[in-house]
Nanobody, 115 residues
Framework: QVQLTESGGGLVQAGGSLRLSCVAS????????MGWYRQAPGKQRELVAA???????NIADSVKGRFTISRDNAKNTVYLQMNSLKPEDTAVYYC?????????WGQGTQVTVSS
C-alpha cells in the first residue's frame, strides 16, 4: 500500500511558478513508477510528467521546457517544478504511483493560473 500526499498548489498569475510536492508513505526506491497527472474542467486526466525506465523522464509536449520533475529519495518525495505558468495549466494535479501491480493516486492539489 502507498499513500500519496500532494501539496504546493495555489493561485498564481500567468508567468509565475509553483512547486508541487508528493510525499509517499514508503521509500520511493521500492515504487515502480511515479509521476504527475492533471485534470482540467471538462477534460480527461492527462499525463504531465513521469519518471520512465532508466531514470529518464516523460514530459508532455504542452509543458516541455517549463515543467521539471525531480525526486528526493531521502524524503520520499517527488516534485513538479512549474515555471512560466499559463492559464491553460489550470487543473487539479494528481500524484501517481505504481507499486507492484497496483496504481495509487493522491487526493489532488488545485493549481489556478490567472491571466
Amino acid at each position: 500500500q502507498v499513500q500519496l500526499t500532494e501539496s504546493g498548489g495555489g493561485l498564481v498569475q500567468a508567468g509565475g511558478s509553483l512547486r508541487l510536492s508528493c510525499v509517499a508513505s514508503r521509500s520511493i526506491y521500492t515504487i515502480n513508477a511515479m509521476g504527475w497527472y492533471r485534470q482540467a474542467p471538462g477534460k480527461q486526466r492527462e499525463l504531465v510528467a513521469a519518471f520512465a525506465s532508466g531514470s529518464s523522464t516523460n514530459i508532455a509536449d504542452s509543458v516541455k521546457g517549463r515543467f521539471t520533475i525531480s525526486r528526493d529519495n531521502a524524503k520520499n518525495t517527488v516534485y513538479l517544478q512549474m515555471n512560466s505558468l499559463k492559464p491553460e495549466d489550470t487543473a487539479v494535479y494528481y500524484c501517481h504511483a505504481r507499486f507492484l501491480f497496483d496504481n495509487y493516486w493522491g487526493q489532488g492539489t488545485q493549481v489556478t493560473v490567472s491571466s
